[in-house]
């Protein structure tokens, strides 16, 4: 079935350094791809979408580029803060058969230090 | 501005015991679900529902009921509570199936 496999963390950064956390995915059909942000006690919020092959989601100077000839979406952001902590998780919702599911990957825990 | 509502915020039961965990949103959605989240899974799909009077189950639906009487609300039942459900229970809600899901704030239960 489809899945999603991110990065393990945790990943501990200092500030304004280059992030990458890495996401590949294994699906059938032509999902939708997602990077969803979840801080500490909070539930997940949207960060940024694609919807096909060569899409750029991006929002907050986050970035993902959807790659079918690599099945990735990996998250970068040129300078990172101390507000960017928190649990970042790429998913990928299949188009076909209406259910809406989400699969996510396991979630990457990220720290940035002053 | 409410969002997706869900409540209780924490809850401790006993294992046998039986309760409903809440989920309301004020968007007008169609679609509706249910995820548990668990160290090192990620979220994964109990439950969802396309629209009012319609649910189906996701990948992990075993232990729990839903039902979808109005479109605001979708509550999620634990009919005899074990530890294994012991988790983070969020609630997303979406225009339609393909739409990005607008999450809650999650219920954190756990089952003694």
């Known amino acids: 079935g489809d899945s999603v496999t991110q990065m393990e963390g945790p990943v501990t950064l200092s500030e304004e350094a280059f992030l990458t956390i890495n996401c590949t995915y294994t699906a059938t059909g032509y999902p939708s791809l997602f990077w969803y942000v979840q801080y500490p006690g909070e539930g997940l919020q949207l960060l940024l979408k694609a919807t096909k092959a060569d899409d750029k989601g991006s929002n907050k100077g986050f970035e993902a580029t959807y790659r079918k000839e690599t099945t990735s979406f990996h998250l970068e952001k040129g300078s990172v803060q101390v507000s960017d902590s928190a649990v970042y998780f790429c998913a990928l919702s299949e188009n076909s058969g209406n259910t809406g599911k989400l699969i996510f990957g396991q979630g990457t825990t990220l720290q940035v230090k002053p | 501005n409410a969002g997706v509502t869900q409540t209780p915020k924490f809850q401790v039961l006993k294992t046998g015991q039986s309760m409903t965990l809440q989920c309301a949103q004020d968007m007008n959605h169609e679609y509706m679900s249910w995820y548990r989240q668990d160290p090192g899974m990620g979220l994964r799909l109990i439950h969802y529902?396309?629209?009012?009077?319609?649910?189906d189950q996701g990948e992990v639906p075993n232990g729990y009921n839903v039902s979808r009487s109005t479109t605001e609300d979708f509550p999620l039942r634990l009919l005899s509570a074990a530890p294994s459900q012991t988790s983070v229970y969020f609630c997303?809600?979406?225009?339609?199936?393909?739409?990005?899901?607008?999450f809650g704030d999650g219920t954190r239960l756990s089952i003694l």
């Open positions: 997303a809600s979406s225009r339609s199936a393909n739409q990005p899901q607008h």
């Open positions: 529902s396309v629209g009012a009077g319609i649910t």
